[in-house]
């Protein structure tokens, strides 16, 4: 033996292994680590058995921990191999002829589904759902089967329902209390739950108990005691859960319901250790993930050696019902217990919308938002803080109307638990973003499994994304075009037509009582340029400062310099020319962009006409929200895979559109053939050479968010590209929301309604779109020509030194 | 440069107000200590050390209005008067500032 304390863990399920993985992550050497787990695989995401069960996930995709983590962690996995002794005397834990000796040992069983004093149950066709064996029996067996019942209206009897609904059964639902999933929702709540449900088409069967089983050696139906009966040939039982506390029991463990443990979950034995499911501590049962993951780091903090805040403490659950096209989540309390309670609550039917708050001592007792449930991540923050409330309630429930987070998550401390699935906090989600250059909310999941589960805190990680990845990212309330103004972007511009605002200033004079907000200037410039064109009164402190002095503002307030090479394609010339200029103002660095283009990056905003005028090239816009660079692979001119001219193609593209502004940057590129070696389908539009003709693509992106484009349309010549590529940015120009990438456009409208649009023309508005971009196009001056002739004096001022005379 | 009350208060001319565009900000660099002055489209002026205080943002190439700048960088917000930023902890340092006879006078303390 190697000296190490033998550590062994009976179960590995999600606990038993979440404490393992915190132990390694704090102390890697401490411990020699054996687990006994009865299911003969690694480690797997439970709460997902519903998506296999609904076939949305793949039984692969829920892995946490294959069978090599385990070797690669030098971790002995008795995988398939329950314990069955457990000898205290001589710390031995016994199982299939193995015997393995501990120091510590931790229990991590979990628990069983629980099974109703039903008569004749044991019956071919009835099925508990708590395994991956259980979701892979019951899809088995459902293909013989047109009906189906499911026992129990709680959050796994309605997930179970809505996944056997998808394996193409008539489901039922039968359940003992009068409304649906009674620990969690009031009867309001639970009523407009049930209708949601039904809508789905699961039937429900309230206020009934089942007493017994029909049917030979198989189901055939379910008898309730009211005398009726229920036909079904086969039943989902799903009525609460039970410890697997027997083990423990047997050799002597104090149980009560679960095995009794203390704040450090220690049992009556003190080498001995509980967490999860099977585990009670003061008196209480946790049957989700989010406590036993509290757990299980109190634990490993224990087993460690530094444990803080003095232990487990109880955790406050949250639910969250994971049924497809039903959004519930609840914490809490669901009724008032005391008379000074305050009760907030909002019902609208007809849209299966209820949400419910409990504030006691301006703090958050319970909620309850069923059918809308965006200001969750916040109101679980605020339940699992206890934190004063702000005064608007209303704004918990529904967001505040300036769109303004409700609680910046600035505030929140860095060890608040923002995934409580995964047990994530918001220092680990801050790494992730800073360290791990996570840009996206998929990257933060990818890199700390945050939102990968139910996905209820993915708006609190998009927040953390505009925060820390320092992405200037405006938020507008969503149907206004900016937050402070509460207009549509149609409203909005038939206000600036009627009252003639052509520009900013005149417009928070005329619609917002003089008021300005500095942070919609930018947005609302957007919009009046693309009424007015040439029309529009330009305000420079409306722009933003890239687009005061064209080009990229960068970390340490210099600026990068990207002049235009079209399509990508340049000479001896105007290569030698980037370099004289790049040497003679000392360029910190010059950088080949992801856009095919050169950047000389590190220029100073006195220096940036200078460096414009000796460089004579047109203005690259690497800045404003606009279309910049097509980019091209080298097609029928040189490549032998090449069907078209994808080069010419893409000058042609990029000295049509480039710098047309539109609600955000526009990527584009155009390449000769489907290899697609200039990735024409993750850009905002591309062109694919096709035999004898061109794709139009639209909607791609490969930044923040990563989306394969989809196909406009297919046409023969570059004309006919050109055209239709035009008709998309103007329409994108008209309808896009500021800062909103086309490929948000694109799944706003839809692909199919854009193809009627556009190609099909079926509202006959293309001749206008095609005048319309031809009007932006012709109305175009290159921003740099302001070299010569700067706007106003301080456009391009470095800072003005000031000596103090003493 | 003048005294003002031999307090320890020092006023620090920087020209003329017109060279500030309307509605933006200028950097001025007080004996090596740069600060911005920005000048609100209603007149009001206003002053804050040019250095945001979450990444050193230059504040002076913020967009502003409504008494508040943004940081060009990562867009948090301050509030002019005080410098407190709008949205977290952060606040940046703040100056008198003042016109008179047309020429800004900035006080330090
Ligand atoms: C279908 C489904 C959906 C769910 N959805 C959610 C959800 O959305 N959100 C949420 O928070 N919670 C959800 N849960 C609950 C969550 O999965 C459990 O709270 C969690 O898995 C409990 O962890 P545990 O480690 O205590 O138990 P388990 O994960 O059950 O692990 C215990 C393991 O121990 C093994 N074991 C038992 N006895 C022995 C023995 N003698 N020897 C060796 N091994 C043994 C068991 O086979 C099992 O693998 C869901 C549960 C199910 C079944
Ligand atoms: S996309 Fe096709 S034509 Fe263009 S370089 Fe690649 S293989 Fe050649
Ligand atoms: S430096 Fe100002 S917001 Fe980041």
């Known amino acids: ?806 | 440069m003048e005294m003002k009350h031999a307090s320890l208060e020092i006023v620090v001319p920087l020209g003329p107000v017109d060279a500030i565009p309307l509605g933006q900000g200028c950097t001025y660099v007080v004996d090596g200590c740069p600060i911005a002055v920005f000048r609100q489209r209603d007149g009001q002026l206003f002053a804050t050390k040019n250095a945001c205080p979450h990444r050193g943002g230059p504040l002076a190439d913020g967009i502003i209005g409504g008494g508040k700048v943004i940081c060009p960088l990562h867009g948090r917000q301050f509030d002019l008067k005080t410098g407190a930023s709008v949205d977290g902890d952060y606040a940046v340092q703040t100056y008198p500032v003042r016109v008179e006879g047309g020429e800004i006078i900035l006080t330090l303390a």
């Open chain 1, 1 to 806: 033996m190697d000296g190490r304390t033998r550590l062994v863990v009976i179960g590995n399920g999600m606990a038993g292994t979440k404490v393992v993985q915190e132990i390694l992550s704090r102390d890697r050497e401490r411990f020699h680590v054996v687990m006994f787990g009865s299911e003969p695989y690694g480690n797997y995401d439970r709460t997902l058995l519903s998506d296999v069960l609904t076939g949305s996930k793949d039984a692969k995709q829920i892995f946490l921990n294959s069978l090599d983590w385990y070797r690669d962690h030098n971790i002995t996995l008795h995988a398939g191999m329950p314990a069955t002794a457990i000898d205290r005397d001589n710390k031995i834990v016994r199982g299939g002829g193995i015997e393995e000796s501990y120091d510590t040992l931790i229990i991590a069983t979990g628990s069983r589904a629980l099974v109703p004093p039903v008569k004749a149950l044991e019956k071919i066709g009835v099925f508990v759902f708590r395994t991956l064996d259980d979701c892979q029996t019951i899809e088995a067996y459902a293909r013989g089967c047109r009906r189906a019942a499911v026992m129990g209206g709680g959050l796994l009897g309605l997930e179970a329902a809505r996944g056997l609904l998808s394996l193409g059964l008539q489901v039922t639902v039968v359940e003992m209390m009068p409304w649906l999933m009674a620990q969690q929702l009031d009867a309001e709540g639970g009523a407009l739950l049930q209708r949601s449900m039904e809508q789905m088409g699961v039937q429900t069967l309230l206020g009934k108990t089942v007493t017994r089983a029909l049917g030979g050696k198989r189901l055939t139906g379910l008898e309730f005691q009211d005398g009726t009966t229920l036909d079904t040939d086969m039943v989902v039982m799903s009525c609460g859960i039970r410890p697997n506390a027997e083990l423990a029991e047997r050799f002597g463990l104090a149980v009560d319901r679960g095995i009794v443990v203390n704040d450090r979950m220690q049992t009556s034995d003190p080498d001995i250790y509980a967490v999860g499911e099977c585990a009670q501590h003061r008196g209480k049962l946790y049957g989700l993930v989010a406590p036993l993951y509290d757990q299980a780091r109190v634990l490993a903090e224990h087993l460690t050696g530094v444990l803080s805040n003095g232990g487990y403490q109880g955790s406050r659950s949250i639910t969250k019902l994971k049924v497809m096209g039903i959004q519930l989540v609840s914490m809490g309390d669901t009724i008032p217990s005391d008379p000074q309670d305050e009760v907030v609550s909002y019902v609208e039917p007809s849209r299966g919308v209820y949400k419910k708050m409990i504030i006691r001592n301006n703090r958050l007792a319970g909620a309850t938002l069923l059918g809308e449930t965006d200001t969750a991540g916040v109101l679980t923050q605020m339940f699992l803080l206890n934190a004063e409330l702000p005064d608007r309630r209303a704004d918990l429930l529904f967001g505040t109307s300036t769109g303004a987070p409700i609680l910046s998550v600035f505030d929140l401390p860095d060890h608040a638990q923002i995934c409580h699935c995964h047990g994530v906090t918001k220092g680990q989600i801050k790494e992730a973003i800073e360290f791990g250059k996570c840009r996206s909310v998929s990257q933060i999941g990818a890199s700390t499994r945050a939102g990968t589960s139910c996905g209820g805190c993915k708006k609190l990680l998009e927040q953390f994304l505009e925060v820390y990845a320092g992405e200037v990212a405006l938020d507008p309330a969503e149907h206004w075009y900016v937050p402070s103004l509460p207009m549509t972007r149609p409203e909005l511009v038939a206000a600036i037509k009627a009252k003639g605002i052509k520009s900013v200033s005149a417009l928070f004079r005329e619609l917002n009582g003089g008021r300005e907000e500095p942070s919609h200037k930018a947005a609302l410039a957007s919009l009046l340029k693309t009424i007015w064109a040439g029309e529009y009164e330009d305000e420079r402190d409306a722009r933003f400062i890239n687009d005061r002095v064209h080009a990229n503002i960068q970390k340490d307030g210099t600026f990068s310099v990207v002049p235009r090479i079209y399509g990508g394609v340049t000479s001896p010339a105007e290569l030698r020319r980037i370099a004289d200029v790049a040497e003679r103002y000392q360029v910190p660095a010059i950088k080949l962009t992801g856009g095919q283009r050169i950047a000389l990056a590190g220029v100073r905003k006195e220096q940036l006409p200078h460096v414009w005028k000796d460089l004579g090239m047109a203005s690259g816009h690497a800045y404003t929200k606009a279309v910049r660079s097509c980019k091209t692979c080298v097609g029928s001119l040189f490549c032998r895979f090449g069907l078209g001219d994808s080069i010419a193609l893409g000058i042609k593209i990029e000295k049509r559109f480039h710098g047309i502004e539109t609600p955000h940057k526009m990527k584009l590129a155009a390449v000769g053939c489907p290899r697609n070696c200039a990735e024409s389908t993750v850009k905002d539009l591309g062109a694919v050479a096709i035999e004898g003709g061109w794709q139009v693509y639209v909607g791609g992106g490969a930044g923040t968010r990563v989306r394969a484009a989809d196909l406009l349309c297919t046409v023969k010549t570059h004309e006919e590209v050109l055209t239709y590529m035009g008709r998309f940015i103007q329409y994108y120009r008209e309808h896009g929301k500021y800062m909103e990438r086309a490929y948000g456009l694109v799944e706003r409208v839809g692909i199919d309604e854009l193809r009627e649009l556009l190609v099909k023309d079926v509202e006959g508005i293309g001749a206008r779109l095609d005048a319309e971009i031809e009007r932006a196009v012709e109305a175009r001056t290159d921003p740099w020509a302001e070299a010569d002739a700067p706007v106003y004096p301080a456009q391009f001022g470095g800072p003005v030194l000031v000596e103090l005379k003493r």
